[in-house]
Structure formats: structure tokens, C-alpha cells
């Protein structure tokens, strides 16, 4: 099976508090590529990160940071100093190939809530 | 630039109307993708275009009809839809030139939030 799997389904956090959001996922291949997007109460999906499989490296941007690791199948994301603005779902997605085109199989998502 | 933009933002329809949602961009991307989303669950592929055809249909009902008139637009066409089709329905692209397994982002509109009565 192809799948995302976010255990989570909501956190409660106060404002600063660091919060790391679990995302494990399971492929048959051994090339692939996954990404995280947020979904604020407006509703659009915003873009992340996107991470192929052959780049274990973890990334920071500014408060957030990523780890990725192939032996645990894992890609979960840290936010630090969490601010009322990252109240929003946090969705992990898998990349798939069907019928020459790439599709995304997102995780149940997240939902997170920094309290002022 | 990453936008895609969506029309109408709202849309409330009975079960006999006809109506279409739009979605554009301008970022030259050659692949677009629809998708549903229900309150409090994931976004669930609908259709996609690659290169104004369509590439993936995920068995979709024919009350649901997908429109690429040109490289920059997609409409998705409306008709005897049911109260459970109500969602948030999103517009996303990419750039669609990558090769496989090198999958592009996908960027997503701001969603049409579709009642149907």
C-alpha cells in the first residue's frame, strides 16, 4: 500500500511552545518524493517543502524545520516558537505516478491550534 | 508568482441547476488538477490535465464534467449534483515539464465552497 499516515489529528499548543507534527508513510518505491502544505481556515493549500527520498538532510526555514528519516519512514516537521499565526491543518502528501501523470496522497492531516 | 485563483469563491445550487466553477493561472504551467475536500478530511483527487488532456479521471460520477479549454484555464462543469457533493473543491497546478519519478509542486487556489440544496 501507498499511504500517509498522520497520528495526530489535533494539537493544542501555547504561544512559543515548540510542536513537532508526525507524519510516517509507506511506498513500494525507492524513488520518491513527499511534501507538506498548510491549510489555514481560508482554505487554500499552501506550499511548504517537497523532499525526495534520496535527500536525507534535514531542512530549516526560519521557525520550521523538517526531519527526514528513510530507516523509520518518517517526515515529520517541527515548528519552534509557535505563533497564533501557524493555527491552521498541516497536511503530509506522497507523490504518486498514475498514467503518466503525478498525483498527491495527503495524510488526514493535523489540525493545530497555538493559543495566545 | 505561484497563483491560482478560483471563481466563485462561494456557490449555492439545487439539484437541478447547471453551474461552473473556474480556475486560472498564469504561471505557464502545463498541468491542473481538481479536487474535493470535505469538511475535516484530506483533499481527494479528482481530475488532472497534462497538457490540456485528461490524464487521470478517479472514476469521478458524469454529474461532474472537466473543461481545459487552454493551458491557462479549467473549468469544472456542474450538473444534478447531490447534497453530499458539497465540499470545498480545489484548483491546483504545476509546471508539468518534469520527468517521472521527479514530480512537480503542485500550487493550490483558494477553493470554491459549494453548497448543494
Known amino acids: 500500500a501507498q499511504k500517509v499516515t498522520q497520528a495526530q489529528t489535533e494539537i493544542s499548543v501555547v504561544e512559543k511552545e515548540d510542536v513537532t507534527l508526525d507524519c510516517v508513510y509507506e511506498?513500494?518505491?525507492?524513488?520518491?518524493?513527499l511534501f507538506w502544505y498548510k491549510q489555514p481556515p481560508s482554505g487554500e493549500l499552501v506550499f511548504l517543502i517537497r523532499?525526495?527520498?534520496?535527500?536525507?538532510q534535514n531542512e530549516i526555514s526560519g521557525r520550521y524545520s523538517w526531519n527526514f528519516q528513510k530507516s523509520t519512514s518518517s517526515f515529520n516537521f517541527t515548528i519552534t516558537a509557535s505563533q497564533v499565526v501557524d493555527s491552521a491543518v498541516y497536511f503530509c502528501?506522497?507523490?504518486?505516478?498514475?498514467?503518466?501523470?503525478?498525483?498527491?496522497?495527503f495524510g488526514k492531516g493535523t489540525k493545530l491550534t497555538v493559543n495566545p | 508568482d505561484t497563483e491560482v485563483t478560483q471563481t466563485p469563491k462561494h456557490l449555492v445550487m439545487g439539484m437541478t441547476n447547471k453551474k461552473s466553477l473556474k480556475c486560472e493561472q498564469h504561471?505557464?504551467?502545463?498541468?491542473m488538477y481538481w479536487y474535493k475536500q470535505k469538511a475535516k478530511k484530506p483533499p481527494e483527487l479528482m481530475f488532472v490535465?497534462?497538457?490540456?488532456?485528461?490524464?487521470i479521471n478517479e472514476s469521478v460520477p458524469s454529474r461532474f464534467s472537466p473543461e481545459c479549454p487552454n493551458s491557462s484555464l479549467l473549468n469544472l462543469h456542474l450538473h444534478a449534483l447531490q447534497p453530499e457533493d458539497s465540499a470545498l473543491y480545489l484548483c491546483?497546478?504545476?509546471?508539468?515539464?518534469?520527468?517521472?519519478?521527479?514530480?512537480?509542486?503542485?500550487?493550490f487556489g483558494p477553493g470554491t465552497r459549494l453548497t448543494v440544496l
Open positions: 490535465y497534462s497538457y490540456e488532456k485528461l490524464s
Open positions: 502528501a506522497l507523490s504518486l505516478t498514475q498514467g503518466g501523470s503525478e498525483k498527491l496522497v
Open positions: 491546483a497546478s504545476s509546471q508539468g515539464t518534469s520527468g517521472i519519478p521527479d514530480p512537480d509542486t503542485q500550487y
Open positions: 504561471m505557464g504551467h502545463r498541468a
Open positions: 511506498t513500494r518505491d525507492t524513488t520518491y518524493y
Open positions: 523532499r525526495n527520498s534520496f535527500d536525507e
